[in-house]
């Protein structure tokens, strides 16, 4: 019975489980906190794994790293951080982005890259580094992202930096049609092309730790939950952490030009379609705080209040937003009357308005022919019985809520026993029992989202 770990890598923390590589059973798990903010040494996401792992990566066979998507790590020509990782939900590239998206056109950057540059993507990120600070970027020798980094550390310097074809997806300038980087756009924005990873096939090792245990190749986080989850042809995974995202497996490269899908590869040789939102769980954390409640305080009063909050509407950009494109958009709560200014349709109007965005994603990916049969929902703010209980309505189809699990660090594991295995399929795990919520109020929905489009379209057009 072999053992597997796998890293989650995520923006707020480092979470790793450990598993039977045959079953997928979690036999241990632990978890370490990462700094807060927009940007982050990498030492730290480093520090925080040697933290989480210490005697529980001792006996491991094999271990696979998921991590947050699109961070900029910076090495010089001796291997040293250059500057800290600008991470994905850092929105100063927003104006370095329209540049790029204006050099060449919003069409042609879907055709080349599957997806077009928003503010939180490498690309972006890079022209930004060139422009504002030009000393660091002359530093420049290697470009990373999050899980690069720590899939470099755990196989010991100097391994060679490789990544894979779902995280690489994620920067703009690596096509996921013709799997090959497109280093003139990465010229484009950065004035040259320094060393980038080595892209791995979904099963290929990257190496070994000093241990011995097998380190696989890795992917992004929202790869990773896809393989956890084990999801298939038809099912649309709605993820609220940090961010929200709205994802499916698709059996050919997507290209929107309106840059809201954005068109990644997976972690198994397929594609994923994916729709990112900044603002989700935090959305619920902050109305409780405002309201003087705890999160169980706010499914109450979300619970207690009826379908359309009596009519107040919350466009929840807290933290700007991705989608839609408006990084420096604040939220903003609409429609407020007397009779509707209480606690309870406050609580409500977030709830709702955290989930509209969402449904707005599960649109924009039937438009790039994603069949959408059945809606998982997962990630931290899944636990909310509020949301459980609001999300049927607002998404105008039943929702499967799988068992509370770590899955972007699962997936890495089940990515860690497959590249252990060899095969040309990953291992086949159990996920457990899920709760199925299929209370649709179809036309309840249709109000919330029509009132929650007027007002999106009457402040932001």
Known sequence: MPKVAGVDSSTQSCKIVVTDADSGEVLAERTAAHPDG??????????????????????????GVAGQQHGMVTLDDNGEVVRPALLWNDTRSADAASRLV???????????VGSVPLASMTVTKVAWLAEHEPANAERVAQIMLPHDYLTWQLTGLP????????????????SPVTGDYRTDLLELAFGRTPGLPRVLGPAEAAGETATGALVSAGTGDNMGAALGLGIESGDVVVSLGTSGTVFAVHDKPTTDPT??????????????????TLNAARVLSATATMLGVDLAGLDRLALSATAGAGGLVLLPYLDGERTPNLPDAAGSLHNLRRDAMTPANLARAAVEGMLCGLADGLDALREQGVVVRRVLLIGGAARSEAVRAVAPTVFGAPVT?????????????????????????PPTWSLGEAVLRDDVDVEAGEHVRAAYARARIALHG
């Open 38 to 63: 927009t940007e982050c040494p990498p030492q730290a996401w480093w520090s925080a794994l040697q933290e989480a792992g210490e005697g529980l990566l001792d006996d491991v066979a094999a271990i």
């Open 102 to 112: 204006e050099r060449l056109g919003a069409a042609a950057w879907a055709e080349a």
């Open 159 to 174: 391994a060679e930096p490789v990544t894979d074809r779902g995280d690489a997806s994620g920067t703009a300038y690596w």
């Open 259 to 276: 840059g809201i899908v954005a068109g990644f590869a997976d972690a198994t040789g397929r594609f994923l379609p994916l729709v990112c």
């Open 401 to 425: 809520v799988p068992p509370s699990a770590e899955y972007v660090a699962l997936g890495a594991a089940r990515q860690a026993a497959w590249a252990l295995a060899g095969g040309s399929t």
